[in-house]
């Protein structure tokens, strides 16, 4: 795992507590805060999962040279 992929998923998850949060107390503006940590999560785990396949191609093509 890569730091984007940790990050990622911490924002992801913190989006969905401000979101139930934001249920909880009758705040569409914490609800609405809540689905954009949680879209930037899911972009950045994205990000550090491309990153992770390509370190992990790479590795295998050295390997056969």
């Not at 795992?1 to 992929?5: A, F, I, L, T």
């Not at 934001?22 to 569409?28: D, F, P, V």
């Not at 879209?39 to 899911?42: A, L």
């Given at each position: 795992?890569?730091?984007?992929?940790i990050k990622g998923t911490v924002k992801n998850?913190?989006?969905k507590t401000q979101q139930e949060a934001?249920?909880?107390?009758?705040?569409?503006s914490q609800q609405a805060k809540g689905?954009?940590?949680q879209?930037?999560?899911?972009i950045q785990k994205s990000?550090?999962?491309t990153k992770e396949a390509i370190r992990d191609s790479t590795k295998q093509v050295q390997h056969k040279h």
């Open positions: 795992m890569n730091k984007d992929q998850i913190a989006g934001g249920k909880l107390i009758g705040s569409k689905l954009k940590k879209v930037s999560g899911k990000v550090g999962d």
